[in-house]
């Protein structure tokens, strides 16, 4: 069993920053791959990116690109998700999840984001 409790979000105007992150317990997330999704009022969960154990290969959403860096520290048990150029249209739930087994299958309760124009 893998807990996850994200923190890290709250209101930003539109072009600025927040750093999200996610901590877990109940085992380490050494090995483990660890995304980040979203989920906007009315619309479904969507990704927003995923970074593999080995740190070597995170990879995007188009929508993301260039703007948000995910990154993290196995000592720490943490993943980060650094979000700069914050639009109106990034203002979502954001949730952690670790891939476990073959799909993402430990979710966090999640953190707002709202970003104002």
């Known amino acids: 069993q893998v807990q996850l409790l994200e923190s890290g979000g709250g209101l930003v105007q539109a072009g600025g920053s927040l750093r999200l992150s996610c901590v877990a317990s109940g085992r380490s997330i050494r090995g483990i791959t660890m995304g980040w999704f979203r989920q906007a009022p009315g619309k479904e969960r969507a990704f927003v990116a995923a970074?593999?154990?080995?740190?070597?290969?995170?990879y995007y959403a188009d929508s993301v690109k260039g703007r948000f860096t995910i990154s993290r520290d196995n000592a720490k048990n943490t993943v980060y998700l650094q979000m700069n150029s914050l639009k109106p249209e990034d203002t979502a739930v954001y949730y952690c999840?670790?891939?476990?087994?073959?799909?993402?299958?430990?979710w966090g309760q999640g953190t707002q984001v709202t970003v104002s124009s």
């Open positions: 999840a670790a891939q476990v087994r073959t799909t993402y299958d430990y």
């Open positions: 970074i593999t154990w080995s740190s070597t290969s995170p």
